[in-house]
């Protein structure tokens, strides 16, 4: 059963979308890696020991994971493809708040943070995705905190370059944060499946 079916499946037995999610991005395989399973250990063990966490917190989402993207409706490919993780820890996640809560003076200094196309600063999106439990590494203001974890991933997309065009990570706060966001998946896919998107 391919990931699509196994979504379905979950579907026709009218299981909530939170188990779906569940089933799909915590207990099934994960497809970038068929077949090279030593790579998956190494990439993620190189994670794991960087920021000090258990191996098994580390999660691939996205197309890498499922073999396709349900937002962008296009399939994986390797080497024009991102590898993305979830990190799922709140110890690391409350480490991070905490160092831009310290970096913006508990946010009365925003000047560090980007603005988007619309020049709206970054703060307003990346408090939102706190706000769900997730960090976002790409929204946090610059300095020496996103500097140190942009040279991290760069590093470790350059040493894998042959199989992902980049590799980037979120840092979730728990468990079931995780599966919430991965709900959006289940909606793609039933919005796909009648024509949407």
């Given amino acids: ?6 979504i379905q499946s979950g579907l026709d037995a009218n299981k909530k979308h939170i188990e779906i999610a569940r089933k799909i991005f915590l207990s099934h395989p994960t497809s970038a890696f068929k077949d090279k399973e030593e790579k998956q250990f190494e990439i993620l063990n190189e994670v794991s020991d960087h920021f000090k966490i258990p191996i098994t917190n580390i ?5 890498s994971k499922i073999g396709q993207s349900l937002h ?19 110890n690391l996640f409350v480490y991070y708040t905490e160092l831009v809560y310290s970096s ?4 009365s200094d925003l000047t560090r943070f980007s603005r988007n ?10 408090s939102q995705y706190l706000l769900k439990g997730i960090f976002r590494a790409d929204l946090m203001p610059t300095g020496e905190i996103r500097a140190d ?37 289940i909606r793609n896919y039933i919005k796909l499946k009648n024509g949407g998107l």
């Fill in 72 to 90: 962008k409706k296009t399939l994986f490919s390797s080497q024009s493809s991102d590898l993305d993780l979830a990190i799922i820890d709140s």
């Fill in 117 to 126: 196309k619309t020049g709206i600063s970054n703060h307003v999106e990346y």
């Fill in 149 to 185: 974890w942009s040279t991290f991933f760069g590093k470790l997309s350059a040493k894998h370059s042959g199989l992902f065009k980049s590799i980037n990570a979120g840092i979730y706060l728990s468990q079931r944060f995780f599966e919430i966001k991965q709900t959006s998946a």
């Fill in 1 to 6: 059963m391919n990931y699509l079916e196994s």
């Fill in 104 to 107: 913006t003076k508990g946010f």
């Fill in 59 to 63: 999660q691939v989402v996205g197309s």
